[in-house]
Structures are given as structure tokens and as C-alpha cells.
């Protein structure tokens, strides 16, 4: 069983805010990944990391920025939240072939 | 990667084997296949994954067709919790190519 955490679960807030989505994982994995995912919709990648210092943009564009400062933990952050936010954030991180996801962050930006 | 086809969307009784299709007719020799689920809109969680042999683990059995451009998932004996979307993926190992999830099956396990 895989231990990678994300906090808050849920969050409502409203326009213009600045908010940190926080991701951790007590592994050691090097690799690390953010999805967004809208309710019965396919898993978008926004970032991924390879290690520390090491941050990437995915597929899917994102106004989000991350950071890699340590390995256990990756942080996504959204400068000013605008309703178009309002999604699911996934975090997971990756051992050889498996990704371990955290239970997700459900954003309501009002 | 290879692109995926799952079926939208699968019943299955209770307490049967649930057989869960993908077809994957342009996989390359160096893909393999993995398969994740995900419940209720939780964190995807990872069941199996193989080359071209047939798998199988505690969670399930992956059988792949010899000429590999098909797999299918088989849930022996499916219980109401295994209701779920299952994702079939084609991706190099070993690689920083990502895992792309696609939509899925959505599989409901009838009581």
C-alpha cells in the first residue's frame, strides 16, 4: 500500500485567491505527477517532476505552477483561482511501472 | 504510445467473472499493456500489467492475444466494490513516456 498524501480534500474558495494543493509521499519515489480530472471525464496531465528541482509541463495546459524542492513533496499552486479551477487534483507518484495516486482534492472556486 | 479502445461501458452479475476487453491493434513490440481502475472518482489504483504473456495477481488476470493487438481484464469473481472505471494503457516501460488514461470502461457490478 502506497503512502502519498494530499491536503486539503475538499477546498471552496472564491476568485482571485491564491491557493497551494499539497502532495506528499513517504517513499522516496523520484518521479511525481499532478492530474486534473472534471467529474466522469478522462485524467489530464498538468506536471510532472523526475526528481528534485526538476519540474515539467504535461499535456494539458494549466495555469497551475509546481514546485520540487524536496522528494517527498510536490506542491501545486494556483495564483488566482477563477471558477474555471473548479476540477478534481490528482497526485501521484511512480515506482518503475506503477503510480501510486493520493485520494485527490475536489476545488470549488466560486 | 498505442492507442486504446475499451467499451464504454459493461455490466457484470455479482459473484461472476467480469471479462473486461481492450483492443490495442497498433501496440509495438517494446508496449505493454497496463490496467488501473478507478472508484468513484478516488485516485486511479494500479492491477496489473504484462508484455505478452498471460498475468495474474491477487487483484486479477491479464490475458493478451498472441498477436498482442488485444487484451482482456478478467475480475474472477466480481463483488459490488469492484464497481469501477477500468482503464486500459499502452505505454514503453522504462521510459518518461506518460500514462495516458483515456476514458475507460465503466464496469457495474450488479447484486
Known amino acids: 500500500e502506497a503512502d502519498i498524501y494530499q491536503t486539503p480534500r475538499y477546498l471552496v474558495i472564491g476568485t482571485g485567491k491564491k491557493i497551494t494543493l499539497e502532495c506528499s509521499q513517504t517513499m522516496g519515489h523520484d518521479k511525481m505527477y499532478w492530474y486534473q480530472q472534471d467529474p466522469g471525464m478522462e485524467l489530464h496531465l498538468i506536471h510532472y517532476s523526475y526528481g528534485v528541482n526538476s519540474t515539467e509541463k504535461g499535456d494539458l495546459s494549466s495555469e497551475s505552477t509546481v514546485s520540487r524542492i524536496r522528494t517527498e513533496h510536490f506542491p501545486l499552486t494556483l495564483e488566482s483561482a477563477r471558477p474555471s479551477h473548479t476540477s478534481q487534483y490528482l497526485c501521484?507518484?511512480?515506482?518503475?511501472?506503477?503510480?501510486?495516486f493520493g485520494p485527490g482534492t475536489r476545488l470549488l472556486v466560486l | 504510445d498505442a492507442k486504446t479502445t475499451q467499451p464504454p461501458s459493461m455490466d457484470c452479475a455479482e459473484g461472476r467473472a467480469a471479462n473486461l476487453p481492450c483492443n490495442h491493434s497498433t501496440i509495438s513490440g517494446n508496449e505493454y499493456v497496463y490496467w488501473y481502475r478507478q472508484i468513484h472518482s478516488q485516485g486511479p489504483q494500479y492491477i496489473i500489467h504484462g508484455l505478452k504473456n498471460n498475468e495474474t495477481n491477487e487483484m486479477a488476470s491479464l490475458i493478451i492475444t498472441e498477436d498482442r493487438k488485444s487484451s482482456t481484464l478478467i475480475l474472477p469473481h466480481a463483488t459490488l466494490r469492484d464497481t469501477a472505471v477500468y482503464y486500459c494503457i499502452v505505454r514503453v516501460a522504462g521510459t518518461g513516456n506518460q500514462f495516458y488514461f483515456g476514458t475507460g470502461t465503466s464496469l457495474t457490478v450488479i447484486p
Open positions: 501521484a507518484s511512480r515506482r518503475k511501472e506503477t503510480q501510486y
